[in-house]
């Protein structure tokens, strides 16, 4: 397991094995996301830029796209976004891989110096897998990602915005998991056969943070996913306490009174 946490608010950080290299599975498609907002800010592409749904473009594990109808659907890259997002549309990732290119997208991470973070290969590549052409990152380096975006230095305010509300609209996963319904999590689970991860930023109010917690060689992928929502749930309560304490650690709830 590696594991980074970092308090959006005083910068401080918790790591486990933070530069370990890990497969990122779906994952990695907030990199992907990354760099269409930035295309779409730098004015090289639009989300309402149109696309046809091909059946050349179809893949496994593509719950929306491989229902749409070949050459007669037509959608935005925003819905495609949408679909890679909310329900990790395989095919939906690919067609966006095509637009903004792998080339770009590396090419944005190596600008932000995370040069251990790749996209090497499209969703269901199974060739390109076996040769070692893996999507990869470290907990540091997507901990990384995820703040520069939160801190502006990737896109503008309303980029950022929208980035962070697109990210927000998959409660199925081990991040948010047991956390409160209420909560804003903004994350991108991925698994392959012996791995699971979980990266984004959670919104306790007065208090966000990034976390990114990553596993690898499971025997049991059901406990690498209770790993991380245990890890989760323990980093939530410590932000949740610290967004109500005071700098002496008195804890201050709605309806307590003062004595």
């Not at 049991?220 to 610290?242: H, P």
């Amino acid at each position: 397991m590696g594991v980074a946490i970092e308090d959006l608010t005083t910068g401080d950080h918790y790591f486990l094995h933070e530069d370990e290299v890990f497969a990122q599975a779906s994952s990695i498609k907030i990199t992907v996301l990354a760099n269409l907002y930035l295309q779409v800010q730098q004015g090289e592409l639009k989300v309402t830029d149109p696309y046809t749904v091909q059946s050349s473009d179809l893949v496994a594990d593509s719950d929306i796209m491989g229902g749409l109808t070949p050459n007669v659907t037509r959608l935005t890259l925003r819905d495609l976004a949408t679909m890679m997002v909310v329900v990790s549309d395989n095919s939906a990732s690919n067609v966006l891989i095509n637009r903004v290119g792998m080339q770009n997208v590396n090419a944005m991470l190596d600008s932000l110096g995370l040069t251990h973070t790749r996209l090497r290969r499209k969703m269901m590549d199974l060739q390109a897998a076996k040769e070692g052409r893996e999507n990869i990152s470290t907990p540091r380096e997507m901990m990384k990602l995820l703040d520069a975006i939160h801190h502006g230095k990737l896109l503008n305010k309303e980029l950022t915005a929208d980035f962070f509300k697109m990210l927000s609209t998959n409660k199925d996963s081990w991040l948010p998991r047991d956390l409160p319904a209420e909560l804003k999590v903004a994350n991108k689970p991925g698994s392959l056969e012996a791995v699971r991860n979980d990266s984004g930023v959670v919104f306790v109010e007065g208090r966000p943070y990034v976390i990114c917690v990553m596993t690898s060689f499971l025997r049991n992928e059901r406990e690498g996913e209770e790993a991380i929502s245990k890890v989760s749930l323990d980093a939530w309560r410590m932000f949740d306490r610290l967004s109500r304490a005071t700098e002496f650690g008195r804890v201050v709830s709605a309806g307590n009174g003062t004595r």
